[in-house]
């Protein structure tokens, strides 16, 4: 591997973040609270680390594959570590392990969090938690590409912190990747800035907007409240926040073609038309369980409430307006559900991905056709209009599988450092590998993650990272064959 280049794009990781801590420093100076210091220390001491590191490799080589992976599960680490210091300064969060877990959980855009009061924690440091948020939405490696010089394998970068959505669906962009990158950051920025014009329309405060917002376009669920979404009590806030989850789980791809005005690609994208038709068929099951159940009298408030958390879990947004531990059974189990299926690839989201679940029902009625109704049949597989390859198909059912044991085995591990029952210890794993936030019984949405053991937290926190780099790019690191020549 090539560490000096590693140590290159590590520098620039700093420097990024180290600067990008000047916004909540403004809005401490604003409120005038005592984060300010903690704040603009760890942002001279990141910098005063990110600078020389970055200057002194600067002659470096072209970054390979496998420099791309060691950066993609590492980068995280180092910037979370880094990330965390404000909070430890400060004394919100006075251990280094809960301040890790509550910055990976933001760059993972998990959205679980260990503070039992988040009102009191003062405003600078609740932007800084939500921008992470803001930062890690799009990967915040993509961010490094755009200051990498020319030539340096800024795509062998992407890839590795690319969901293998991303590799079926064949979406390309821009031949030059920082181009690419610069497009994307647009988007993800334009509809960040919209929903937050929005949202203070509707009379919320613009800080509360800012934080909102950042927490919805990248899928994160992190709110300045509580409550949650539920602390505002307005239907107006709920549905512009339903329609940015859903915004935030399409693919960015395909929100450029549009934006361009090939209206074609929305025809023939076979994974939107499956997520649209998994958001419609859970959505009504939810909100007509809840009006059957009289667990809301009116069918607009079971409808509001119901596909809000639908919206919420099936991006892994994690955002909440009800306690939905008190809904009926039959609701919470198309909830879990959710939990296991996830957005578009190429979003800001993470989970499983509808992609996957297209080619795998599709592999099943193909293969059930086969074996007894045509055996003689040659039947292929079609994604957006194209036959993809075995090798594509075989990628999907090894996710698909990959997903199942890690959150099997995560679940036995729980119940053996934290002694949760196995619901929590389900839950909790399939929170965190998921980057959904919230879960059922003991990390349900009225509860959080402060009572989980340091070990326990640790080990959610590789998940969250296992599931934000979307399993290979985080499990390759442990094959022998990946550190030899």
Excluded at 121 to 137: A, D, I
Aim: with cysteine; glycine share 10%; proline share 3%.
């Amino acid at each position: 591997m090539h560490f000096f280049s590693i140590a290159h794009v590590m520098g620039i990781l700093l420097v990024v973040i180290g600067s990008s801590m000047a916004f909540p420093i403004a809005c401490s100076f604003y409120y005038q609270e005592n984060d300010l210091y903690p704040l603009l220390h760890s942002a001279l001491f990141t910098l005063g680390v990110g600078l020389p590191v970055q200057w002194l490799f600067r002659k470096n080589s072209e970054l390979n594959i496998k420099d791309g992976f060691f950066i993609a599960v590492t980068g995280w680490i180092v910037v979370s570590a880094f990330s965390a210091l404000p909070f430890m300064l400060h004394g919100s969060i006075p251990s280094f392990t809960d301040a890790f877990f509550e910055m990976i959980s933001g760059y993972t855009t998990t959205g679980a969090t260990i503070l039992t009061d988040i009102e009191a924690v003062p405003h600078g440091l609740l932007f800084w938690r939500s921008q992470t948020h803001l930062l890690g939405g799009m990967g915040f490696l993509t961010l490094a590409i755009i200051f990498l010089p020319h030539g340096m394998g800024g795509l062998r970068l992407f890839r590795a912190e690319s969901s293998p959505g991303q590799v079926i669906t064949k979406e390309k962009f821009k031949p030059r990747n920082r181009d690419t990158m610069v497009r994307l950051w647009w988007i993800y920025i334009g509809l960040n800035l919209l929903q937050i014009i929005l949202l203070c329309l509707g009379g919320m405060p613009l800080f509360d907007s800012l934080c909102t917002a950042f927490g919805t376009v990248s899928t994160s669920g992190y709110s300045p409240k509580n409550a949650s979404i539920g602390a505002y009590n307005s239907a107006y806030i709920d549905w512009i926040t339903t329609l940015f989850m859903f915004f935030g789980g399409l693919s960015f791809v395909l929100i450029y073609q549009v934006v361009k005005g090939d209206i074609k690609a929305l025809k023939i994208n076979t994974e939107l038309r499956w997520y649209i038709g998994f958001l419609l068929f859970f959505c009504g099951a939810v909100a007509l369980i809840l009006w059957t159940n009289d667990t809301y009298t009116n069918i607009m408030d079971a409808l509001r409430y119901g596909t809000f958390q639908v919206m919420s879990l099936l991006t892994t947004t994690g955002f909440g307006t009800a306690d939905y531990e008190q809904w009926p059974q039959s609701a919470q189990m198309l909830l879990y559900i959710v939990c296991f299926i996830g957005a578009c690839a190429g979003s800001t989201t993470s989970g499983i991905k509808v992609v996957h679940y297209v080619i795998i029902c599709k592999y099943m009625y193909t293969t059930i056709r086969k074996m007894f109704f045509q055996p003689m049949a040659v039947v292929s597989i079609r994604l957006n209009g194209r036959t993809i390859d075995d090798d594509i198909v075989n990628l999907a059912l090894c996710y698909f599988i990959i997903n199942i044991f890690m959150v099997l085995i995560g679940g036995f591990v729980m119940t053996l450092t934290d002694n949760l029952d196995f619901g929590s210890a389900m839950s909790a794993v399939i929170a965190s590998l998921m980057n959904i936030g919230p879960g059922f019984g003991a990390v349900g949405p009225s509860h959080n993650f402060a009572f989980i053991s340091d070990i326990g937290k640790w080990f959610l926190s590789w998940n969250m990272l296992v599931g934000r780099l979307e399993m290979f790019s985080a499990l390759v690191i442990f094959y022998p064959s990946f550190w030899k020549k």
